[in-house]
Nanobody, 123 residues
Framework: VQLVESGGGSVQAGGSLRLSCTAS????????MAWFRQAPGKEREGVAA????????YYTDSVKGRFTISEDNSKNTLYLQMNELKDEDTAMYYC??????????????????WGQGTQVTVS
């Protein structure tokens, strides 16, 4: 499985960006997909997650109401719409996937497929 992120960049505080993650096909396998981020000097944290095709989403508290995770299964693409960006959103953002869906999509430790990351800088 290959995951390729795009859409990162530099934006002013209050602005918006949309990240995309294109996956090599999973076929019809149910999976959880998520966005993580890692800021310099900080641990990686889960930001948003979804159970594909299940209508289930999860957001960490700091992005609730500002970020939206969505998917287009016809394109094997996961999105993260980020609005009202803040300085503290600056980080490398990673797309991740797992076919181990039993623990739930917000069980961050289950993710075992990763993209290379895309940088988001808010100033």
């Amino acid at each position: 499985v290959q995951l390729v992120e795009s859409g990162g960049g530099s934006v002013q505080a209050g602005g918006s960006l949309r990240l995309s993650c294109t996956a090599s096909t999973f076929g019809d396998t149910t999976r959880s997909m998520a966005w993580f981020r890692q800021a310099p000097g900080k641990e990686r944290e889960g930001v948003a997650a979804t159970l594909t095709g299940g209508g289930i989403t999860y957001y960490t508290d700091s992005v609730k109401g500002r970020f939206t995770i969505s998917e287009d299964n016809s394109k094997n693409t996961l999105y993260l719409q980020m609005n009202e960006l803040k300085d503290e959103d600056t980080a490398m953002y990673y797309c991740a996937a797992t076919m181990n869906v039993s623990p739930g999509c917000a069980n961050w430790g289950t993710y075992d497929h990763w993209g290379q990351g895309t940088q988001v800088t808010v100033s």
